[in-house]
Structure formats: C-alpha cells, structure tokens
C-alpha cells in the first residue's frame, strides 16, 4: 500500500528558507500527481502547489507564487517544495498528497492519499 511520509519542516526567521520532502512508498508513483497542502491553527486546509506526473507542469496558490517551488525526482519516489522568503504567515503543518490521476489539482478531493504533515513555524 502507499505511504507518504513528510520532513524538512522546523522553526526559522522571517526571511529564511526552508526545504520540505515527501518520500512515496508506491510502486507507481510516476504515474501520478502530487501536490502540497498547508493548515494553520483555525484555518481550513488550503492548497500549496502542485506538480503533474512528469513534472513538466506546475500550479501554485497566488500567496506563494514566486516564493516557493515543486519538484520531483521519480528515480527517488520524491516530490519537494522549496520555500523561499518565508513569511510568518506561512506558519502551518505542511502535506504532501498523491492525486488519483496523472495530472496535480488544487482540489483536496483529487487526492487519494496523505502524509502525516510536517510542521512549519516562521518567527518575525
């Protein structure tokens, strides 16, 4: 069965950088999407960035936009985001999720499966 397990998550500055991992344990996982959620303390889960079965495209959220980056290493079952220029309200537990499909969504529905999270706190 698929498991998907987060690291890279710790505490930093405003300004810093950070770089998240989500190792997949699935036979079949350059098959699929896969994308990056975040949840802060009394928020709703919201959607991060996304990167398709290939890696030849890519979706952020605008919040992030031009600071963070996916990627995808599938000789390694390893998708990564770059977190650039971080902001103290990027403060959240980070997960990685596989889609059902080839192609990455910004919905939470398109996603079958999830890693425990990984928690991420930016001090000012």
């Known amino acids: 069965q698929v498991q998907l397990v987060e690291s890279g998550g710790g505490l930093v500055q405003a300004g810093d950088s950070l770089r998240l991992s989500c190792a997949d344990s699935g036979r079949t996982f350059s098959s699929y999407g896969m994308g990056w959620f975040r949840q802060a303390p009394g928020k709703e889960r919201e959607f991060v960035a996304a990167i398709s079965w290939s890696g030849g495209s890519t979706q952020y959220a605008d919040s992030v936009k031009g600071r963070f980056t996916i990627s995808r290493d599938n000789a390694k079952n390893t998708v990564y985001l770059q977190m650039n220029s971080l902001k103290p309200d990027d403060a959240a537990v980070y997960y990685c999720?596989?889609?059902?499909?080839?192609?990455?969504?910004?919905?939470?529905?398109?996603?079958?499966?999830w890693g425990q999270g990984t928690q991420v706190t930016v001090s000012s």
């Open positions: 999720a596989r889609g059902w499909g080839r192609l990455g969504a910004v919905s939470p529905d398109s996603y079958g499966y």
